[in-house]
C-alpha cells in the first residue's frame, strides 16, 4: 500500500519565477492538505482540498494557489517566488471523515 | 501568527530511559491532537493521537497525556531507543462543517545516546 507521494523532492528556483509541486495521496484518501515548513519550524498549514475544491486556506498570499484532480492527486502552484518561499512543502492526506493525515516525503524548494 | 524561535528545544536521554516530551497548546476548542516524529530530511510520521475528551491513551511503547485544565499535552515513550531520535510535533486538530485542520507546534528534539 502506497504511502502519500510527492515530486519534486528538491527544486531550485530562481525568485520571481513560478513552480508546480505534485502530490498522490494514501491509497484510498481523498482529502489533501499542504503546509509549508521552514527551516527549524513545525508545519504552517497553506490549503486543504476535498472533491477538487479548495475549502479552507490558512494564511498564504494568493501567490500560493492549488488543483485537485478526480484521482485525488494535487498540485499545489507558487507564483512570483520569493526567497521566502525556500521550504520544505509537505503535502498530507486523509479519507473523510477520519480526521488523521498521513504526510508525505516533502519537497525541498531552494528559491535563489 | 505565532512567533517561533530558529532553535529547538532539546530533550537528550541515554538508550533505554523513558522520555516525556512536553506541549502546550492554545486553543480550548481544539477537537483532537496528535503527535508526530519527524526524521532528518522526511516528512512527519503519524505516532499518536488523542480526541479532547479523553485524559490518556496508550500505543505501542508511547503513552499521550491530556491536561486540558492547564492546555497541556505530552508524549511519554519508554525505554527509548537510538531509532527514537528526531523532532516530535504536537498539532491540534479542530473540526469545522465536518473536516479538520491541524496547527502545529514548534516542536521538540530528541536525542538518545546509546
Known amino acids: 500500500d502506497a504511502g502519500v507521494t510527492q515530486s519534486p523532492t528538491h527544486l531550485i528556483k530562481t525568485r520571481g519565477q513560478q513552480v508546480t509541486l505534485r502530490c498522490s495521496p494514501k491509497?484510498?484518501?481523498?482529502?489533501v492538505s499542504w503546509y509549508q515548513q521552514a527551516l527549524g519550524q513545525g508545519p504552517q498549514f497553506i490549503f486543504q482540498?476535498?472533491?477538487?475544491?479548495?475549502?479552507q486556506r490558512g494564511n498564504f498570499p494568493d501567490r500560493f494557489s492549488g488543483h485537485q484532480y478526480p484521482n485525488y492527486s494535487s498540485e499545489l502552484n507558487v507564483n512570483a517566488l520569493l526567497l521566502g518561499d525556500s521550504a520544505l512543502y509537505l503535502c498530507?492526506?486523509?479519507?473523510?471523515?477520519?480526521?488523521?493525515?498521513?504526510f508525505g516525503p516533502g519537497t525541498r524548494l531552494l528559491v535563489l | 501568527g505565532e512567533s517561533v524561535g530558529l532553535h529547538l528545544p532539546t530533550l537528550s536521554v541515554q538508550e533505554g530511559d523513558n522520555s516525556i516530551i512536553n506541549c502546550a497548546y492554545s486553543?480550548?476548542?481544539?477537537?483532537?491532537f496528535i503527535w508526530y516524529k519527524q526524521e532528518s530530511g522526511k516528512g512527519p510520521q503519524f505516532i499518536i493521537d488523542?480526541?479532547?475528551?479523553?485524559d490518556k491513551r496508550q500505543g505501542q511503547r508511547v503513552t499521550v497525556l491530556l491536561n486540558k485544565t492547564v492546555k497541556h499535552l505530552s508524549l511519554q515513550i519508554a525505554a527509548t531507543q537510538p531509532g527514537d531520535s528526531a523532532v516530535y510535533f504536537c498539532?491540534?486538530?479542530?473540526?469545522?462543517?465536518?473536516?479538520?485542520?491541524?496547527?502545529f507546534g514548534k516542536g521538540t528534539m530528541l536525542l538518545v545516546s546509546p
Open positions: 498530507a492526506s486523509n479519507a473523510e471523515p477520519s480526521e488523521t493525515q498521513y
Open positions: 491509497s484510498g484518501h481523498d482529502t
Open positions: 482540498y476535498y472533491e477538487e475544491e479548495e475549502r
Open positions: 486553543n480550548s476548542a481544539s477537537d483532537y
Open positions: 488523542i480526541r479532547s475528551n479523553m
Open positions: 498539532a491540534e486538530g479542530r473540526m469545522n462543517s465536518g473536516y479538520s485542520t491541524l496547527t
